[in-house]
C-alpha cells in the first residue's frame, strides 16, 4: 500500500491509501524520456487496471485477423497462328537455306523384332563372356584353395606322423607307464622272429646252435635292462600317483548350478586334506635349506601331535632324530633313508580316516571290513582274492580267469602283444558313441581283446575302402548312423573316410552293391562270433526286431 496526501480545500489536506497491485503479466513498454543531466529515465506509465479475460466456452478460438488464400491453377492454351509463304507472281522467297528432305526405307514390324533380336544375341554374347570368364577364374580360385588345402593336409599329416615316431622312439627310449612297456616287449619279440628267421635262413648246424645260443644271451640282457627301466618307472609313477590321490582329497566340493556355473565350497574335512598334503609336498621335497626343512618337521611335529598313538610317536621320535643329525652337520646323503621313512610313515598317517576324514571317501579299502566280501574273486594264477575291477572279462568268456596282473606278466612272457593301438581304437569309439546320447550300450561292454579280434580277423586290420594298414589312422565308427553301434553294424575306416561316411543319407545310392554285400558278410560272421556270448544274445534278437520293422 501507498499512502498520500490530496489537497482537498485551500488550507486542508486528506490523507488516501492507495493499493498497488501487482500484475500477473507483462506490462507493455510505453515509451519515455531520459534526462541529460542526471541522467534519470522516465517512464510513461499505463493503466493499473487488470483486463476483463474472456470467459472460456470449451473451444479453440481465432482472430479474424487471419486471411487464409487460396491458389488454383488452371492450365490454358492460347491460339498461335503461323503462315508460310511461297515464291509467287510478285514475290519471290530465296531457297538457299532450305534442306532436301527425303524419306529413309520404311522398316516393317519384322525388320524391326530382327534387329532387335539381334541386338540381343550380341547383349546375350558379351554377357555370356562375362560370365564364363567369372566362372573360370572362380574355378581357378579354388582349385588354388584346393591344393593349398591339400598341401597343407599333407603338411599336417607328414608332421603328426613325423611326432608319432618321435613320440613312440622317446617312449621306447624312457618309458614311463604300462603302454610303453608293452611296445618295449613287442618290439623285443618282433626283434626275436627277425634273428631266428635270419639265423634258420643263413646257418645250419653248430654255428645255428650257437647263434641261437647268443640270439637267447642277449635277450636275457634286454629284459634285464626292460627290468631296470621298470623299477625306475614305478617308482615314479608311485611318487606322482601319492600326490595324485593327496590332491584328489584336498579338492573342495563342486556342483553346477542351475545356469550353468560351478559351486566350490570347502568343508572342515577338505581343508584338514589340503593341510597335510601341503605338509607332504613339502617333506618330500629334496635340496631344501636346512632352516626350511627344520621349519616342515617342527610344523608336521605339531600337527602330528595332536593325535596320540603309537604311529604318532613314532613319527615325532624320527623327526626329532633328523633334527639332532642336521644340527650335528650330517650329509644330505646320509639322511635320505631316515627322510623317506618319515615320508613313508606321514602317508601312513595321512591315509587313516581317523586322522584325515575326507580320505575315506576315496580309499579302495573300504574301513569296514564286511564290505570286502562283496564282489571279490579268486585268481588261480596268483592265488590271491581282488575285486572284481582288476580281472579283464572279455564278452566271449564265460568264468572269471587270471587278473590283470598275471595277464600282463604272461603277455610279457609269451605272446608279448601290444594292444595299444586297439585300445586307442576302442577309446575313439565310446567317445563318438557317447556324444550320440542315444543310450548306447553294447559299445561298453566290448572290451580290447574282443575288438582285437573283431579287426584283425573279421576286418584284416585295414580300413574297408582305402585298405589302409596304419591301426593309428583308423577308427571304427557306425554302418548306419540311425541305429546303435555294435559288432555288425560297423565299418573300419580311416579318420577321413569315417567323416565323409557319417554325412551320406543313402548308403545304398552311394555306395557299390558289391561293396555292401561285402560289408553284411562282415556282419554277418561278427554276428556268428558274439551269438554265442549270452550278454549279446538280447542285443542282437533287438537289432534283428528293429530291422525287420524298418
Not at 541386338?119 to 558379351?126: G, R, S
Not at 604318532?312 to 632324530?321: F, G, K, N, Q
Amino acid at each position: 500500500c501507498l499512502g498520500t496526501s490530496i489537497l482537498t480545500d485551500s488550507d486542508s489536506f486528506q490523507n488516501v491509501v492507495v493499493k498497488i497491485e501487482r500484475p500477473t503479466y507483462h506490462k507493455p513498454f510505453l515509451g519515455g524520456f531520459k534526462n541529460r543531466i542526471t541522467g534519470v529515465e522516465f517512464h510513461n506509465a499505463g493503466s493499473q487496471t487488470i483486463p476483463k479475460t474472456r470467459p472460456d466456452k470449451g473451444i479453440q478460438l481465432f482472430c479474424r485477423e487471419t486471411q487464409t488464400v487460396f491458389e488454383k491453377n488452371k492450365p490454358q492454351q492460347t491460339k498461335n497462328t503461323t503462315s508460310t509463304q511461297m515464291t509467287k507472281i510478285g514475290l519471290y522467297v530465296s531457297n538457299m537455306t532450305d534442306k532436301l528432305v527425303s524419306p529413309g526405307k520404311y522398316l516393317t514390324a519384322e525388320e524391326y523384332h530382327k534387329r532387335r533380336l539381334e541386338a540381343v544375341v550380341v547383349l546375350q554374347t558379351y554377357f555370356r563372356r562375362w560370365h564364363a570368364i567369372n566362372v573360370v577364374q572362380n574355378l581357378r580360385e579354388e582349385k588354388r584353395l584346393r591344393l593349398a588345402w591339400e598341401a597343407q593336409e599333407e603338411l599336417r599329416k607328414k608332421k603328426e606322423k613325423e611326432e608319432k615316431l618321435r613320440r613312440e622312439h622317446e617312449r621306447r627310449l624312457n618309458p614311463k607307464t604300462k603302454e610303453d612297456f608293452e611296445l618295449l616287449y613287442h618290439a623285443l619279440e618282433l626283434w626275436k622272429q627277425e634273428e631266428t628267421e635270419r639265423i634258420n635262413r643263413t646257418l645250419t648246424g653248430a654255428e645255428r646252435k650257437a647263434a641261437f645260443c647268443g640270439l637267447l644271451e642277449q635277450e636275457a640282457q634286454l629284459i634285464a635292462s626292460i627290468g631296470r627301466h621298470k623299477l625306475n618307472a614305478d617308482e615314479e609313477n608311485q611318487q606322482k600317483a601319492t600326490l595324485r590321490f593327496l590332491a584328489k582329497c584336498a579338492q573342495p566340493k563342486r556342483w553346477k548350478a542351475y545356469d550353468g556355473k560351478i559351486t566350490e565350497m570347502d568343508t572342515q574335512y577338505t581343508l584338514r586334506a589340503r593341510e597335510l598334503f601341503e605338509i607332504y609336498r613339502s617333506i618330500s621335497m629334496n635340496d631344501i635349506p636346512k632352516d626350511e626343512r627344520t621349519d616342515v618337521l617342527l610344523t608336521l611335529r605339531r600337527t602330528v601331535k595332536e593325535h596320540e598313538c603309537k604311529l604318532t610317536w613314532e613319527i615325532v621320535e624320527l623327526i626329532d632324530r633328523e633334527v639332532d643329525l642336521m644340527s650335528r652337520e650330517v650329509k644330505e646323503c646320509n639322511l635320505e633313508g631316515l627322510r623317506k621313512r618319515i615320508c613313508t610313515l606321514f602317508l601312513q598317517y595321512i591315509k587313516t580316516p581317523k586322522f584325515n576324514p575326507e580320505v575315506a571317501r576315496i580309499l579302495k579299502v573300504p574301513p569296514d571290513p564286511l564290505k570286502l566280501y562283496k564282489n571279490v574273486n579268486f585268481c588261480h594264477s596268483c592265488e590271491n582274492y581282488l575285486p572284481s575291477t582288476e580281472f579283464p572279462v572279455p564278452a566271449n568268456s564265460r568264468t572269471i580267469g587270471r587278473c590283470r596282473l598275471c595277464c600282463k606278466l604272461d603277455n610279457e612272457a609269451r605272446q608279448r602283444e601290444a594292444f595299444l593301438k586297439h585300445k586307442l581304437i576302442l577309446e575313439n569309439l565310446r567317445k563318438s558313441e557317447a556324444d550320440y546320447q542315444d543310450d548306447a550300450k553294447i559299445v561298453f561292454l566290448v572290451q580290447h581283446q574282443d575288438l582285437q579280434y573283431m579287426t584283425e580277423n573279421i576286418w584284416g586290420c585295414q580300413s574297408a575302402l582305402s585298405a589302409c594298414s596304419d591301426l593309428y589312422e583308423l577308427v571304427m565308427v557306425r554302418w548306419d548312423k540311425q541305429r546303435e553301434w555294435s559288432p555288425w553294424n560297423t565299418i573300419l575306416l580311416t579318420k577321413d573316410e569315417a567323416d565323409a561316411h557319417l554325412r551320406l543319407c543313402n548308403l545304398q545310392e552311394a555306395y557299390e552293391a558289391a561293396f555292401i554285400h561285402r560289408i553284411k558278410h562282415k556282419h554277418i560272421r561278427a554276428k556268428n562270433y558274439f551269438a554265442q556270448i549270452p550278454a549279446m544274445a538280447s542285443f542282437l534278437h533287438r537289432s534283428d526286431n528293429q530291422a525287420n520293422a524298418n
